[in-house]
């Protein structure tokens, strides 16, 4: 079961960089086309809780929260998703250029292709967790450095206009995977929002990925989570609870019984996959 989810489900980041590595005549067929729309296809952008908002695509998260000093966006995705964020804060009533930090959960392209992009048109500062720098540096689109203003470490927090956000390195996904949380006010009650990095396994895991991922699950299951982001949509249900929010009554996104939902899925994937690994070495 974990192992049929994993091959449905968890393989967006690394196919989405194999499909990018085909020459573009290979990437113009129909199918891949089909793909593409659909990653850049607008979120829809839309109010979460409090001060946060989503302005990503259909599938990948991009999510803006607002402080009274300048605005914080996490994942600028896809370079060329660039723009529809841009017109999503805008829809929203904000301006893109009040970002003043640009934060994000794990260095693959399909969640931090655009930062170059957004630094341009912004001047934001981008803050990347020390583990993923190197993967970053590598990250060159149009052959632009990846701008990187402030290394991050395990724990340090990132304040702007009486918001703070707290960074946990929750790796295995990449080395320096990030999970994020902090707090949000709504109906005179205070929540804890967790914007969880991917806990989704690779296609070959070592030892010491291995080791990564039981740290991992071990630092989510002690996070406070009233409300579980990730970094696809997919990881805590965002079409759904944003068709619910709609209708009225409770906001759908305070869900805590679901919080552990992508470490239990990403856990599983792990051991289904270590045990055909370890069948497959005999
Ligand atoms: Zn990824």
């Known amino acids: 079961m974990a192992r049929a989810l994993y091959r449905r489900r968890s393989a967006r980041c690394d196919s989405e960089f194999r499909r990018r590595a085909k020459p573009a005549a290979a990437r113009s067929s129909g199918h891949h086309r089909q793909r593409a729309d659909v990653y850049a296809a607008v979120g829809p952008p ?25 605005n ?21 009533g904000f301006k ?32 990347a967790m020390a583990e993923d720098v190197p993967a970053l540096q590598a990250m060159k689109p149009g052959g632009k450095e990846h701008p ?6 395990d724990k340090d927090t990132v304040t702007l206009g009486g918001v703070t956000l707290t960074a946990y390195l929750t790796p295995g996904h ?46 989510v299951r ?19 609870k944003h068709a619910k929010l709609q209708s009225g009554g409770p906001n759908p996104f305070v869900e805590p019984a679901t919080c552990m939902q992508e470490a239990d899925l990403g856990e599983a994937m792990l051991n289904a996959q270590l045990a055909e690994q370890a069948a497959a070495r005999q």
């Open 148 to 153: 990187i203003d402030r290394i991050l470490q």
């Open 72 to 92: 914080i966006l996490m994942d600028s995705t896809y370079e060329r998703n660039v723009p529809v964020i841009q017109k999503s804060v805008a829809d929203l």
């Open 46 to 70: 839309h109010k979460i809780i409090g001060n946060i908002y989503y302005v990503g695509t259909k599938t990948l998260s991009s999510f803006l929260i607002v402080t009274p000093a300048g």
């Open 174 to 219: 990449t080395r320096g995977c990030t999970s994020w949380t902090t707090v949000v006010q709504e109906g005179g009650k205070t929540y804890n929002v967790l914007f969880g990095c991917s806990l989704r396994p690779p296609g070959v895991i070592t030892p010491a990925i291995a080791d990564e991922f039981r740290r991992a699950f071990k630092v």
């Open 96 to 127: 893109f250029t009040d970002v003043k930090i640009l934060l994000a959960n794990h260095a693959h392209g399909d969640h931090q292709e655009g930062d170059a992009l957004v630094k341009q048109l912004t001047g934001a500062q981008v803050m």
């Open 222 to 240: 002690a996070l406070p989570c009233d409300i579980q982001l990730g970094d696809h949509g997919a990881q805590y249900g965002m079409h759904a």
